[in-house]
């Protein structure tokens, strides 16, 4: 279960990261695209700090 919440914690970081970064190219949308990229990466370290801590007790 740990390398599981690690692959999909790592792939929503780095997902935020990317989304974030494409957000300059997006027309119209700009905003939207960049806060929901921060949104996902702030899932992608919320699960192992609050999630899988408790999992693992």
Known sequence: ??????????????GGIYMMGEAFYVEGLESVVFIGGILVTTL???????????INS
């Open 44 to 54: 992608g370290v919320f699960i192992p700090i609050h999630i899988m801590k408790r």
């Open 1 to 14: 279960m740990n390398i599981l919440g690690f692959v999909i914690s790592l792939a929503l970081f780095v």
